[in-house]
């Protein structure tokens, strides 16, 4: 479905000492410029970018470059920092991804000097959930106990297997990084999940240890 540009009007002025936000959170980044009015195209790291839409406020932070995450193409020469905030003036789909107009950015050039940044955006900006429905980050971290008390392990990430998604457990006792034979998967599913208590931090489910 084809998404219409969502005009998020500010006056605001970005102040170089903006505050980073306690609670932020790295949703995408900066590929490249698109086209040559300052538009910028963008990665959302989830397929519901959801978070990036309900946000005019983009804090940024340079990539941190190494030979495993070398970005293809001209390196970019910045002439100044990177700002740490962005104020998001329109954004909008565009074919499979995403782009943005972004104030005080007017042309290509400028637009270019953003390239590779990556975009944190505070979580209490995130749109609201479903009761039903949460957001991976707030899973990670999370205790994971069954039905008979027994611990199983805390979260350390999830698995996008298509209808739903998948636990991943470390057990107690082990540190990460651990072989991904050591890790407990439990679907993400009501038939497995009785209750997530955000609060108390736990999850609870219907999952033996020797499963």
Not at 165 to 170: A, D, H, N, Q
């Amino acid at each position: 479905m084809t998404r219409t540009p969502t005009e998020l009007q500010s006056s605001a002025i970005v102040s170089e000492e903006q505050a980073w936000p306690e609670d932020a959170i790295e949703v995408g980044c900066i590929l490249d410029a698109w086209g040559v009015k300052g538009w910028v195209k963008v990665q959302a790291y989830s397929s519901d970018a959801q978070a990036l839409f309900s946000s005019r406020r983009w804090f940024l932070r340079a990539i941190e470059v190494n030979e495993a995450n070398k970005p293809k193409g001209p390196a970019v020469v910045r002439s100044k920092p990177l700002p740490p905030l962005l104020k998001i003036l329109a954004i909008r789909e565009h074919g499979e991804g995403i782009v943005a107009s972004v104030q005080g950015v007017a042309d290509r050039t400028a637009a270019e000097a953003l390239r590779g940044a990556r975009i944190f955006i505070s979580r209490a900006a995130f749109p609201s959930t479903n009761p039903d429905e949460f957001y991976w980050v707030d899973l990670i971290g999370l205790s994971v106990s069954n039905r008979q008390g027994e611990v199983l392990g805390e979260v350390i990430g999830l698995i996008d297997a298509g209808p739903h998604s998948v636990l991943r457990i470390l057990p107690p006792g082990m540190t990460a990084p651990i072989k991904p034979d050591q890790e407990r998967l439990v679907p993400f599913v009501a038939t497995f999940v009785d209750d997530v208590d955000l609060e108390q931090r736990l999850i609870t489910v219907d999952w033996g240890l020797d499963f």
